[in-house]
Nanobody
Framework: QVQFVESGGGLVQPGGSLRLSCAAS????????IGWFRQAPGKEREGLSC????????YDVDSVKGRFTISRDDAKNTVYLQMNSLKPEDTAVYYC????????????????WGQGTQVTVSS
């Protein structure tokens, strides 16, 4: 099957950190830009960050800028999202997906979605 497998989520206190992993299955990451997204209960899926296929540039939205860092390791066929200074409003299911480039961090053009990993930030 061609898909992503997200992992690394869990329970964390406000101000804590997590590193999410996104492992590709059935294809190689070096052909694609990769985005991270999240969806909280009752809300639309929100784009967070994107990294270009060569890893030279990355883009992120204001809500996570300065706190979240996207990176990729093509040798391991994996993309990461390092999340620092976590807030309760970061609680959501986090997804990764592939696109042709990083023109925008919007869900509509992305494909090869994974099952998501739950992140809960609570004291």
């Amino acid at each position: 099957q061609v898909q992503f497998v997200e992992s690394g989520g869990g329970l964390v206190q406000p101000g804590g950190s997590l590193r999410l992993s996104c492992a590709a299955s059935g294809f190689t990451l070096d052909d694609y830009a990769i985005g991270w997204f999240r969806q909280a209960p009752g809300k639309e899926r929100e784009g967070l960050s994107c990294i270009t296929k060569n890893g030279g540039r990355s883009y992120d939205v204001d809500s996570v800028k300065g706190r979240f860092t996207i990176s990729r390791d093509d040798a391991k066929n994996t993309v990461y999202l390092q999340m620092n200074s976590l807030k309760p409003e970061d609680t959501a299911v986090y997804y990764c997906a592939a696109d042709l480039d990083c023109v925008a961090v919007t869900p509509q053009t992305y494909f090869y979605w994974g099952q998501g990993t739950q992140v809960t930030v609570s004291s």
